[in-house]
């Protein structure tokens, strides 16, 4: 007989007729009459209820069917009498798969905190709350995909190995095959890069965006979606040493176009979350986070405020708020302070543009003041920022001269400046770090919890 998933047995027309389910037991219970089985195969929230009736099975059969062991029941699918689901199955047949040990396997109880399922990685995905965060994670990498190739961008994949280090985003991790007991050496004594793996030092990316702007300047819009890796020791959580960024990049988009689309483009992401993960939503509401829904529903409805870096200093300084860091002209902006203008000022989601040029990297479009750079952060409650983009310097002479300014070695980035040399063209672009996006979706409050294997500094064990 064919498996049905039990995301499918819901559906009223199976009601009736044999089926056969498969999946991991999440609980047991009853009496020497019946036995009734909670069982889950990861395909929804919901388990359906498998009936046993001792009169068909032995206790020497029913006792392997622990919390965590895996089994396949054939049997009738029935309305069912009890409270909390709306149909069962009256098993006929039973085959346990394997057995998972009551003293032994980690799972055993409900109600472990997300501390001590965050050093049980391996299995967190069987619970409930990391099967919902795992499969809105899904959802909203098809919504991100489906957003733009309906708009016509096309996929690019740029290299997570680079032997550039002038993005600036972020420190690096290195990547060699050099024996770092005993690397060959200059005679100056420093280490011989040019009998490394690729001729000379590489790393893993930090950000897709300058290859990014050479598929733009040639395919006209496109979007990356792939893993950046950044060697900060942030233990914050909001930071991930490898976390997933969707990066699009237009050609003849300036900051406004650019605005628009980071605004469609996430409230596209959101509205997809709630009209397609309604039962995890729902789940991960109530378990940890009541305004979820309502506050996913504010985000798509409201249109978010722009306003320039400038005007949100002046707020933060008339706010008379006591901020862990001060607030300058001039200084970065801390969490704290993109979450107050968003969460108590404003109330819904701020874009703020026109940075000081000393706090952005080089490639952002210079402003006439000579002072700050066409940067946009989209900042979100909750979250604080979770889009930095940019209209990116489009004539070769200002890039040039900000990069000799900066002294980013030129070695790195002639191809780079080879777009503004040749046919350049106004764009726009920006950068969505997809845990914080996953973060809002799911209410979940700290960054490690919305990635299957979080790495950050000390932990890459599974
Ligand atoms: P932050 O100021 O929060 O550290 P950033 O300004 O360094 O971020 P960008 O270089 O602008 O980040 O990267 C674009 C987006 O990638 C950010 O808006 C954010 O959503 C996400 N992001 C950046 N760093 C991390 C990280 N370490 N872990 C997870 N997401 C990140
Ligand atoms: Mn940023």
Redesign the pocket.
Known sequence: MKRTKIVDIFNPGLIGTEVSVMGWVRTRRGNKHVQFVALNDGSTIKNIQIVFEMEKFSDEELKLITTGSSIHVEGKLVESMGKGQSCEVQAEKLTVFGTADVETYPLQKKGHTLEFLREKAHLRPRTNTFGAVLRVRSALAFAIHKFFQERGFFYLNTPLITASDAEG??AMFQVTTLDLNNPPRLEDGKVDFSADFFGKPASLT??GQLEGELGATALGAIYTFGP?F?A?N?NTP????E?W?IEPEVAFYDIEDNMDLAEEFIKYCVQYALDNCKDDLEFLQQMYDKELIARLEEVVKSSFVRLTYTEGIDILKASGKKFEFPVDWGT?LQ?EHERFLVEEHFKRPVILTDYPKDIK?FYMKQNEDGKTVRAM??LFPQI??????SEREADYQKLLARIEELHIPMKDMWWYLDTRKYGTVPHAG????????VLFVTGMTN?RDVIPFPRYPGNAEF
């Open positions: 985003a972020g930090v950000s950046t950044r900060e942030s909001r930071h991930l040493s976390f960024m970065d969490s990297a952060d989209v604080g920022e979770i889009i930095g983009g920006f950068g969505l770090g997809f845990e914080r996006l960054i």
